[in-house]
């Protein structure tokens, strides 16, 4: 795990400064502040159409805010940023290629960052997604569920500093979602800053 210098303990892992956006008459977020330091998991809450997943998309470089501006890590956000390789996120639901297999999907997502295969938190996000046999079946044949615990597991495997999840726990079970809540417990415990969405 990253080790954080003392300037950037001093710097909030995520930043959002008086974000809002505009989707035709619609409002979607208005004049939004906030701030989520290492170690500190923070959630959004609100019922479905309040704005989350377009603050997330603004928080990782998606979409352009109309006013207002975001940070990681003390880095300026827009796509492709390099700030973003320590990012972990789930937005906007999975996808996949369908006819590859989920270890497939998983090994092209990396190969994006040029890095030898396997990340290396690998082991764990598959553990915690726990697909089992299923990761060597191709995803058009997954369920929306297991597509979803796939989607977690990319977000996982690269070990990241600051995690951006938009409703993870969407098709876990339980059991799976008390999993998800001590993983992300541990990761915090580690330095890690954690961001969550959820209408629950």
Known sequence: MHLFTPQE???????ARELSKRYGRRQSVSGLSFAVEAGQICALLGPNGAGKTSTMRMLVGLSSPDTGGA????????????????????????AFVPHLTGRANLRLL??????????????NALDLAGLGEALDRKVKG??????????????????????ILDEPANGLDPGEVRALREYLGELARRGAAVLVSSHQ
């Open 142 to 163: 997954y369920s929306m569920g297991m597509k979803q615990r796939l989607m977690l597991a990319q977000a996982l495997m690269r070990k990241p500093d600051v995690l």
């Open 9 to 15: 303990q001093a710097t909030p892992a995520i930043c």
């Open 110 to 123: 990396w190969s994006a960052t040029r890095q030898a295969w396997p990340p290396p938190a690998l082991g």
């Open 71 to 94: 940070s990681i890590l003390g880095e300026p956000v827009g796509l492709g940023a390099d700030v973003l390789r320590g990012v972990g996120v789930l937005i906007d639901g999975p």
